[in-house]
């Protein structure tokens, strides 16, 4: 799993974060709030979706018998996926 990766997915939650809390309904301290609870959960998500991604990894690497950079594009994907359900 490269930075580029991880970065990118950190940019994600914060988009997500900020498209959970409609700010024109709630005072900006109360926004605030529910953004940084958001991040907060998934930040307690995090290491459970890197494990997931690096035995995912292992298991590729394992089958093939070499290291292969398939697991980039996975992670693309993954983005992917991620992003169409925010």
Same mark, same amino acid.
Request: glycine share 4%.
């Given at each position: 799993?490269?930075? @580029?990766?991880?970065?990118?997915?950190? !940019? /994600?939650? $914060?988009?997500? =974060?900020?498209? @959970?809390?409609d700010r024109n309904m709630? !005072? /900006?301290? $109360?926004?605030? =709030?529910?953004?940084?609870?958001?991040?907060?959960g998934c930040e307690f998500l995090m290491p459970v979706l890197m494990k997931a991604i690096?035995?995912?990894?292992?298991?590729?690497?394992?089958?093939?018998?070499e290291h292969i950079p398939i697991s980039v594009k996975l992670d693309k994907d993954l983005l992917n996926i991620l992003k169409e359900k925010i």
């Open positions: 799993m490269t930075e @580029s990766f991880k970065q990118q997915l950190r !940019e /994600l939650i $914060d988009q997500a =974060a900020e498209r @959970s809390v709630l !005072e /900006l301290r $109360d926004a605030d =709030a529910r953004v940084r609870q958001f991040k907060q690096t035995q995912r990894n292992g298991q590729i690497y394992a089958k093939a018998g």
